[in-house]
């Protein structure tokens, strides 16, 4: 059993490493900064079931050169044999007014959380299709389920996960190939601390609707969705009625999900509606406030 984790050496993704090393998994470590790397997999080890167990480390950018990720791949497959799970976890976050971000921000985003799910994703599927094994795990957001204020840029970014994977996962199927996109709420992790520095008030008090998980949570729920061939993988009530109100075409993985679905759909954009209201007073409660410290400024 071999999975892959990309940003596998800081947060989420460390986290679904040591999930698949307790399961007894052969572990390769993806992200660019070495002794993060190493320290990750000094604790991932902690975790070992059998004295075989391996994780390797690759330091390479997933959003920047796709042979140069093809080639680190084939090496470790040669190394641990072919990959039965990739987890596309590295990504970034970054906020702000859309006239505020730098156009290279969208740029950025683009290419680490879009580009840098597809590159380690093309790399490993035509043997996972040949093999007739395989699970392939996309990291959203419920920031990819909803644009919210401040997130233009890494909204879209997540959105673009989830057109990927439903694409993805309609070509893979019959090769018993299953895709997971997974949609977090926030969640404690160094990437999470580094995104609250330059996070507009608005963003963060819109995102503190919904509570924030731990790292361990989440990767326990995608681990196990992903094992279970889930396509959707949400945590806690506002992510199951936001994952089933923006289903859309989404693939279901069980006849339940279909008429949950059907079921919750109306009363869900009623709340909905409630929310988006909420979040509509937020952002022009911040808008009188700000004008008011505009006006102080001046008098003073
Ligand atoms: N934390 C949160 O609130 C939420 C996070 N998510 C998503 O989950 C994923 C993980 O988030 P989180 O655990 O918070 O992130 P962290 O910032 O804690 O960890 C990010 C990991 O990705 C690696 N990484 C970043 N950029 C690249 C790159 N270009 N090439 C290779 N590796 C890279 C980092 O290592 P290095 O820098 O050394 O390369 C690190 O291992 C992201 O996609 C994020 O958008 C989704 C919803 C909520
Ligand atoms: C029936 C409908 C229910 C609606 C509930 C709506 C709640 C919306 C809150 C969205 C929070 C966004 C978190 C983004 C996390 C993230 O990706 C970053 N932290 C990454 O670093």
Redesign the pocket.
């Known amino acids: 059993m071999t999975r892959k984790v ?8 460390k986290c679904i490493a040591i999930e698949c090393y307790k399961q007894g998994a052969f572990i390769t470590l ?4 070495e002794d ?1 790397l190493l320290q990750a997999k000094k604790e991932i080890e902690k975790h070992s079931i059998n004295d075989k167990q391996v994780v390797l480390c690759i330091s ?4 920047q050169d796709y042979s140069q990720v093809e080639n680190v791949i084939k090496q470790a497959q040669e190394k641990l044999g072919p990959v039965d799970m990739l987890v596309n ?5 970054l906020s702000g007014k859309f006239e505020d971000l730098e156009v290279s921000t969208f740029e950025r985003l683009m290419s ?2 879009y580009l ?1 799910s597809v590159y380690p994703s093309r790399a490993v599927i035509t043997t996972m299709k040949e093999r007739r094994v395989g699970r392939i795990v996309f ?1 959203s ?1 419920q920031a990819g389920q909803v644009g919210l204020y401040g997130f233009t840029a890494y909204s879209s970014s997540k959105f673009a996960i989830r057109g990927l994977a439903e694409a993805l996962q309609m070509e893979v199927k019959p090769y018993n190939v299953y895709v997971t996109v997974a949609y ?4 404690d ?4 601390a ?1 995104e609250n520095k330059t996070k507009p008030l608005e963003t963060r008090l819109i995102s503190e609707t919904t509570s924030i998980c731990t ?1 361990e949570q989440v990767a326990k729920q995608i681990v196990k969705d992903a094992i279970q061939g889930n396509f959707n993988s949400s945590i806690g009530s506002d992510g199951y009625m936001l994952s089933s109100l923006t289903c859309g075409m989404a693939p279901v993985t069980s006849i339940t999900e279909g008429l949950q679905q059907v079921a919750t759909m109306g009363l869900f954009r009623v709340l909905s509606l409630l929310y988006l209201g909420s979040f509509d007073t937020i952002i022009r409660r911040c808008m009188t406030e700000r004008a008011k410290y505009e006006i102080t400024d001046k008098t003073a």
């Open positions: 990309t940003g596998g050496s800081s947060g989420i993704g993806v992200a660019r900064n993060r390479v950018d997933v959003s976890c590295a990504g970034m976050s680490v959380n840098g990291l957001s977090p709420p926030d969640t992790t160094p990437g999470f580094e790292p």
